[in-house]
C-alpha cells in the first residue's frame, strides 16, 4: 500500500511562501500521479494541484494558478508544492494524494491520502 506524509506546514505572514513536500513509499510510486488538496474548518476539501508520472503535466485549481507550482522529484519519492503570495484564505489543512488515474485525481478521487499539514496565513 502507498503510504503519503507530509510536512512543511506552519505559520506564515500574508505575502510569504511556503514549500509543502510529501513523501511517498511504495515500488511502484514513481509511475503514479500526484496532487494536492486542501481543506478548511466548516468547508469542502477542495482541488489545488496535481501532476503526472513524469512531471509532464500540471493541473491548478484556476484561482491558485500562478501562485501555485506543483513539482516531484521520483528519485527521493516525493512531491512538493511550491506556495507564493499567500494570503488569508490559503489557511487550511493541506493533503497529498495519489491516485492511478490524473483525471480522477484532479476530480477530486484518490486511492490514497496522507494525514495532512496545517498551513496558516496571519493577516
Known amino acids: 500500500q502507498v503510504q503519503l506524509v507530509e510536512s512543511g506546514g506552519g505559520l506564515v505572514q500574508a505575502g510569504g511562501s511556503l514549500r509543502l513536500s510529501c513523501a511517498a513509499s511504495?515500488?511502484?510510486?514513481?509511475?503514479?500521479?500526484m496532487g494536492w488538496f486542501r481543506q478548511a474548518p466548516g468547508k469542502e476539501r477542495e482541488f489545488v494541484a496535481a501532476?503526472?508520472?513524469?512531471?509532464?503535466?500540471?493541473y491548478y485549481a484556476v484561482s491558485l494558478k500562478g501562485r501555485f507550482t506543483i513539482s516531484r522529484d521520483n528519485a527521493k519519492n516525493t512531491v512538493y508544492l511550491q506556495m507564493n503570495s499567500l494570503k488569508s484564505e490559503d489557511t487550511a489543512v493541506y493533503y497529498c494524494?495519489?491516485?492511478?488515474?490524473?483525471?480522477?485525481?484532479?476530480?477530486?478521487?484518490?486511492?490514497?491520502w496522507g494525514q495532512g499539514t496545517q498551513v496558516t496565513v496571519s493577516s
Open positions: 501532476i503526472s508520472w513524469n512531471g509532464g503535466s500540471t
Open positions: 511504495g515500488r511502484t510510486l514513481s509511475y503514479y500521479p
Open positions: 494524494a495519489t491516485d492511478t488515474s490524473l483525471n480522477r485525481l484532479r476530480s477530486g478521487g484518490a486511492g490514497g
